[in-house]
């Protein structure tokens, strides 16, 4: 990603919008359950998690499963 010309800064956010609180309500909607929130006890993660055949990395970095986790780094 870096050459004589240009280079991607890949430690940060790529993208920043201002939205409305319908669409944040919706981005929610789809993320998968938040590991550091004292109201979470992790079921809903473990029954995806429990029930697939992809790799735990993998699954880790899905926010659809657990929201937060991911890895901006892995390639």
Do not use: F
Request: aromatic content about 2%; glycine content about 8%.
């Amino acid at each position: 990603l870096v050459n004589a010309a240009h280079h991607a800064d890949l430690r940060g956010p790529t993208t920043c919008a201002l939205i409305t609180e319908p669409e944040k309500r919706a981005i929610h909607e789809r993320l998968g359950p938040d590991p550091l929130r004292g109201d979470e006890d992790g079921e809903r993660a473990w029954q995806r998690i429990s029930r697939s055949r992809t790799t735990v990395a993998a699954l880790l970095m899905d926010q659809k499963v657990i929201a937060g986790v991911g890895n901006v780094y892995r390639a």
